[in-house]
């Protein structure tokens, strides 16, 4: 059996992170998560979470989130955490120490649908 570099001892993490990557044509009114560079903002992410030592945290890009137009999507399991990220390195370390490391939900950077849904 191959050695797991990370030293897991089975498959899965504590908590997996999914960034949206999507993009979308310049004039598609939505917007895309990539056009407000989501993938700086995943790498930014994923060098913070490797340099706590948090091993057990998976973060990653995804494909389409569907909720670009709300700014940069993220989605934080098991949870099922849904944040709007604005890439700032407050909202990324408040992220990372509050939630990844203590699994306290960032209640300020919860993205909030309730105008799309016509509530």
């Known amino acids: 059996m191959v050695k797991d ?3 897991r001892d089975k498959p899965g993490y504590d908590r997996h992170v999914f960034i949206c990557g999507h993009k979308r044509d310049s004039g598609s009114p939505r ?3 990539s056009a407000k560079n989501s993938l700086e903002v995943m790498r930014t992410l994923k060098l913070m979470t490797k340099n706590a030592g948090l091993n057990k945290v998976r973060v990653q ?15 934080i399991y098991p949870e ?12 990324l370390t408040r992220i990372l120490e ?13 993205m909030d649908i309730s105008a799309d849904s016509g509530d």
């Open 98 to 110: 509050m939630h990844l490391e203590n699994g306290i939900i960032v209640e300020d950077a919860l």
């Open 5 to 7: 570099p990370k030293g």
């Open 31 to 33: 917007g895309s998560c």
């Open 61 to 75: 890009k995804s494909g389409c989130l569907d909720f670009c137009e709300n700014g940069i999507s993220c989605v």
């Open 80 to 91: 099922a955490s849904w944040y709007t990220l604005d890439g700032s390195q407050e909202q």
